[in-house]
């Protein structure tokens, strides 16, 4: 009962984060995990991403960096992605835009 009741709320929760990522807000913490809006823009013309291509045109989610790579999710796909940080330059979505 427990274990759905959690899984019921972590449910809830990814939905809320998808629609505000989507309405360009910043999402609600959840269990201390702060997302942020971030616009990525890579440094050369062709950049190895993971589960790619990189849109630098719309904000995406991340959670930070780890290690020497930074994941972001884009609410538009359904997987996320992954790029070395040497090869982005990473900043803060301006109200919910990179443009």
């Known amino acids: ?3 759905l009741a ?8 990814s939905g809320d984060a998808w ?3 989507r309405a360009g807000k910043k999402p609600s913490p959840y ?10 823009k890579p440094l050369a013309r062709q950049i190895s991403v993971f589960n790619g291509p990189l849109d630098g045109e719309r904000p995406l989610l991340t959670f930070g960096p780890s290690g020497d790579r930074v ?6 796909r359904t997987e996320s992605l992954s790029v070395r940080l040497e090869d982005v330059i990473v900043t803060e979505a301006w109200q919910g835009d990179c443009g």
């Open 6 to 13: 959690g899984m019921s709320g972590a449910q809830r929760a």
């Open 31 to 40: 269990y201390g995990l702060q997302g942020s809006l971030v616009c990525v």
């Open 19 to 21: 629609s505000a990522v």
């Open 71 to 76: 994941w972001l999710w884009d609410p538009r």
């Open 1 to 3: 009962m427990f274990a």
